[in-house]
């Protein structure tokens, strides 16, 4: 039979309180970061009229997934998608570390990547409107807005308005952490 004194006790309560806290503290910045995602993405999937905007988020050097959506109909879900492996490479980093915003009106028309246009059709994209998220440390993800029924041209705002979108999320403190 061990003994363990008052003060050793005291001492494994502290460390599982402490635990307990750093635990909650992260979840509430994930729930944090979580809503502010959702209230971003609604927003501007309302106001551009669209059917998606997500949130691709790079885990890895251009390796990422799609881990936020904002739908006009379920159907629409891309939840989890990862992009393809040889399309996105240091030269789109660098046109989107260096603030590129990309707007296709019509991915019929458009002169991209056969890669790029596959991709896109699968993922039942017709037009595109795609900005950075620029954190200090580099890209953090990608700001997309589909609309999958037709060709929608982006205006000026529009292209402004997911900007904003992209530099709320950049400078809230839980992304920025993350």
């Known amino acids: 039979m061990q003994i363990h004194s008052h003060s050793e006790f005291n001492q494994n309560c502290d460390r599982h309180e402490q635990g307990l806290q750093q635990l909650l503290d992260r979840l509430v910045k994930t729930m944090q970061r ?8 609604n927003q501007l999937r309302e106001s551009l009229q669209v059917n998606r905007v997500v949130l691709y988020y790079f885990y890895g050097r ?10 006009s109909s379920k159907e629409f879900s ?10 996105f490479n240091d030269e789109y980093a660098a046109l989107y570390l260096a603030g590129r915003a990309k ?9 991209i990547e056969s890669c790029h246009r596959d991709f896109l059709s699968n993922m039942q994209v017709r037009a595109n409107l795609v900005v950075p998220i620029l954190i200090p440390r580099g890209l953090w993800g990608l700001l997309a807005a589909h609309h999958c029924q037709s060709p929608h041209h982006w205006s000026p705002s529009d292209i402004q308005m997911m900007q904003t979108g992209a530099q709320t999320l950049a400078t809230a403190p839980y992304i920025l952490e993350s």
Not at 35 to 41: A, I, K, M, P, S
Not at 62 to 71: I, K, P
Not at 103 to 111: K, T, V
């Open 78 to 87: 891309i939840l989890g998608s990862t992009g393809p492996d040889d399309c």
């Open 34 to 41: 979580d809503e502010l995602v959702r209230q971003t993405t």
């Open 103 to 111: 707007a296709i009106a019509d991915i019929q028309l458009e002169p």
């Open 62 to 71: 251009w390796q990422g997934q799609v881990t936020f959506e904002s739908l």
